[in-house]
């Protein structure tokens, strides 16, 4: 069972929205998440959203345009992106520290990536 599943994604045009979802599973016994994080294609992994307990925070290239909630029951947090542009196309990844039992320790987890595509 994956333990961190992202959605939302798609093929959409420039100016157009779409929300992420990143849903931590429910049998995780405890879950801090981090934040989302992008890899635009032939390029590395960066930071798009930091979530923390109380406070969120986006890089500079998305201020303006994506925001963070979350839902704490659910175990999900969102990254809602608006006026995309075609520099946003990637695969969107969250990650989080999850502790699968209470036997276990914190381990880095990420999502298997949902597809973003902005066309002109």
């Known amino acids: 069972q994956a333990q961190l599943q992202e959605s939302g994604g798609g093929l959409v045009q420039a100016g157009e929205s779409l929300r992420l979802s990143c849903a931590a599973s429910e049998s995780a016994f405890a879950v801090n998440f981090n934040g989302w994080y992008r890899q635009p294609p032939g390029k590395p992994r960066e930071l798009v959203a930091i979530?923390?307990?109380?406070?969120?925070n986006v890089a500079d290239s998305v201020k303006g345009r994506f925001t963070v909630s979350r839902d704490n029951a659910k175990n999900t947090i969102y990254l809602h992106m608006n006026s995309l542009k075609p520099e946003d196309t990637a695969v969107y990844y969250c990650l989080a520290l999850i502790r699968r039992t209470s036997r276990d320790l914190f381990y880095d987890t990420w999502g298997q990536g949902t597809q973003v595509t902005v066309s002109t």
């Open positions: 979530v923390g307990v109380g406070t969120t």
